[in-house]
């Protein structure tokens, strides 16, 4: 067999490139389709992730002034009513590297003051963010995928039952699932 008649028989790898130059594999609907939706609902939630950490800019600048006049997570009972050391992971912020002598009382009422406004100004914000995302697109592709995976699947595998196996229906998205997932912060309650 020549050169010219194995290049004929051989499959070109070439002609199996798009015209970007990636590799065309075809791909079933089904897998398309569920690789689809999880794009889309995994970019709705680095979507909220971005958008909170940016909105919590405030809250971080309040944690770290009441770092700076209290000694420890425990040193709170002159300005809160309860501890507030669970703030700190859940506004993502860093760590507080605490002061080694407390602030005056006033001083430190009045950063408590600050910080409970702060985080009060953040949920509010946060839930109208979260209120005013357009969420139609995601809840569409989480409806179709719900209707028409499983049949796609049937139509590969040739049987209804194998295409049914370990299906599970999405749970489409709503402003209250996101801001479960994505949490407004618990109002720390000032010592009056």
């Given at each position: 067999m020549s050169e010219s008649e194995a290049d004929q028989t051989e499959p070109n790898l070439a002609s199996a490139l798009d015209e970007n130059g990636l590799l065309a594999l075809d791909v079933p609907a089904f897998v398309r389709r569920g690789q689809d939706v999880e794009f889309l609902i995994s970019s709705l939630h680095e979507r909220c992730r971005r958008h909170r950490l940016a909105r919590l800019d405030m809250v971080h600048?309040?944690?770290?002034?009441?770092?700076?006049?209290?000694?420890?997570?425990?040193?709170w009972a002159d300005?809160?009513?309860?501890?507030?050391?669970?703030?700190?992971?859940?506004?993502?912020?860093?760590?507080?590297?605490w002061s080694r002598r407390p602030g005056s009382p006033r001083q430190r009422r009045a950063i408590a003051r600050d910080l409970v406004a702060s985080v009060e100004r953040f949920n509010e914000r946060w839930a109208a963010f979260v209120a005013r995302l357009d969420i139609d697109l995601v809840n569409t592709a989480i409806e179709h995928y719900n209707a028409y995976y499983v049949i796609e699947k049937e139509c590969v595998l040739g049987s209804a039952r194998l295409a049914a196996m370990f299906f599970t229906p999405l749970v489409k998205v709503s402003a209250a699932s996101l801001l479960a997932d994505h949490p407004p912060l618990p109002v720390p309650e000032p010592n009056a």
């Open positions: 600048v309040r944690l770290r002034q009441w770092a700076k006049v209290a000694t420890g997570p425990g040193d300005a809160f009513l309860g501890p507030i050391d669970g703030l700190w992971p859940l506004a993502e912020a860093e760590s507080p590297a």
